[in-house]
């Protein structure tokens, strides 16, 4: 097995989602995992470093909103978005249920390519 894909989970402020997929997956060998937010008021604020880092980047909602911040100040890895709600806390059950349905696909293509 070769080097782990670089995976960077984003949302809104880096409470419940972004942290709860980080958790789920920070044991997966086929993962090296990071978690940020957009907000300025994130525990983790989303910078340019993070992007240059990732290889993927999987934003819970509105890929608009990371494009628009960073799409002119550096080239973009690819991006996913999951289409996951901010309803949940962080580790609730239902948002595990849901992050793993929606990230499995969407790193398919990718794991598939290593």
């Not at 799409?71 to 793993?100: I, Q, S």
Request: glycine share 6%.
């Amino acid at each position: 097995m070769g080097e782990p894909l670089r995976v960077l989970f984003v949302c809104s402020r880096n409470q419940w989602r972004s942290p709860t997929a980080a958790r789920i997956y920070r044991a997966d060998p086929r993962l090296a995992v990071r978690a940020a937010g957009l907000s300025e008021r994130s525990p983790r604020t989303l910078g340019v470093r993070d992007l240059a880092w990732a290889e993927v980047v999987l934003v819970m909602e509105q890929r608009r909103r990371l494009q628009q911040r960073f799409g002119r100040k550096t080239e973009l890895p690819a991006v996913h978005c999951l289409d996951v709600p901010d309803e949940y806390g962080f580790m609730d059950p239902e948002l595990v249920t849901l992050l793993r349905a929606s990230i499995e696909p969407a790193l398919e293509p990718h794991l598939g390519s290593r």
